[in-house]
């Protein structure tokens, strides 16, 4: 008995060393991505559910490793957030949406843009430009409407002042703010009331049982009403099946967005979407 157990902790000892030796591998790789060499960014769409129509795309971070491959943002965003290359990669992959959308425009397109934001990135640093500098810059070298920009910001960090501070100074120049995974973690309400928010995202984990669970549906219900009343839209993520989107479409959700309709998109496909569902 002693014995296997002595065995059991030399496999999990293994199989912690190994996790410990990719990550370090993989946060070294992000310091040489950091100018966005590797990165690439793709779009997965926003269907308007009433409409039917394309209504516009979040850009979604990819990366290809030289030794690993393809690595998951999921996986590479927190250790970016450690090491703090978060502030560099996400300086470049908003300045490469903000050239895409451009890129669009000039094909004909007018989209609608949402970026994710990290809140490292919302934090006071004195040797990088601020995320609202970033934007200002971009949307006046490249002449892009403000209104057609979102930034994505994850609920949790909305309780820090200084993000709050940030956040509200972006809000007030003229970009769209989305509250992101809404109701996945705690979700205080209060945040609510002072959060200058255009937009809610409700997160999957809320969409994965809405058929199923009446009182789910309730809650779904229940966030639509009280972002109509605070005058946001509403967007829910990780569509997969017809009977989810009809169950959402009659709570009122705005707008759809999951493998249902597209999965992330690169920018030549985005230019080929069709207009109506
Ligand atoms: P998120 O912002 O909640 O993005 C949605 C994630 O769910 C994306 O995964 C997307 O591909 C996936 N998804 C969309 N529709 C469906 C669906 O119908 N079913 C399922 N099962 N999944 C769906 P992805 O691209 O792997 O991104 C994972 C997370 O990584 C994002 O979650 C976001 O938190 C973070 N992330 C991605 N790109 C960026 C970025 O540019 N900046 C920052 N700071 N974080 C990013
Ligand atoms: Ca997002
Ligand atoms: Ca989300
Ligand atoms: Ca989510």
């Known amino acids: 008995e002693a014995q296997r157990s002595s065995r059991q902790i030399g496999w999990y000892a293994d199989d912690l060393r190994r996790k410990l030796a990719r990550q370090r591998a993989l946060e070294d790789g992000l310091w040489f991505a950091r100018g966005g060499s590797g990165m690439s960014l793709v779009y997965q769409p926003k269907i308007d559910i009433r409409a039917g129509e394309v209504f516009g795309v979040e850009a979604l971070l990819r990366w290809r490793h030289p030794e690993f491959g393809s690595v998951s943002p999921a996986e590479f965003i927190p250790l970016a957030e450690r090491n703090q290359t978060i502030v560099p990669i996400g300086e470049w992959l908003m300045r490469e949406a903000?050239?895409?959308?451009?890129?669009?425009?000039?094909q004909g397109r007018s989209i609608h843009l949402s970026i994710n934001v990290s809140p490292l990135q919302l934090q006071p640093d004195n040797c990088a430009p601020?995320?609202?500098?970033?934007?200002?810059?971009?949307?006046?070298?490249?002449?892009?409407?403000?209104?057609?920009?979102?930034?994505?910001?994850?609920?949790g960090l909305l309780s820090n002042e200084a993000v709050m501070a940030q956040v509200k100074a972006i809000a007030s120049e003229g970009f769209g703010i989305a509250i992101d995974d809404f109701g996945r973690d705690h979700s205080a309400l209060s945040l609510l009331v002072n959060c200058p928010a255009t937009t809610l995202k409700i997160d999957?984990?809320?969409?994965d049982n809405v058929v199923e669970n009446e009182r789910q549906l309730a809650v779904v219900q229940f966030i639509v009403d009280l972002a109509g009343k605070l005058g946001m839209r509403t967007v829910v993520e990780g569509v997969e099946h017809l009977v989810q989107l009809v169950a959402l479409a009659d709570a009122g959700c705005d707008?759809?967005?999951?493998?249902?309709?597209?999965?992330p998109l690169t920018a030549q496909q985005v230019l080929d979407l069709r207009h109506k569902h």
């Open 204 to 207: 999957k984990s809320f969409v």
């Open 130 to 155: 601020s995320v609202l500098e970033i934007l200002t810059e971009e949307c006046r070298r490249l002449g892009l409407d403000r209104d057609k920009l979102e930034l994505e910001i994850t609920e």
């Open 255 to 263: 707008y759809g967005q999951g493998y249902f309709y597209y999965r």
């Open 98 to 106: 903000l050239r895409q959308k451009h890129l669009w425009r000039q």
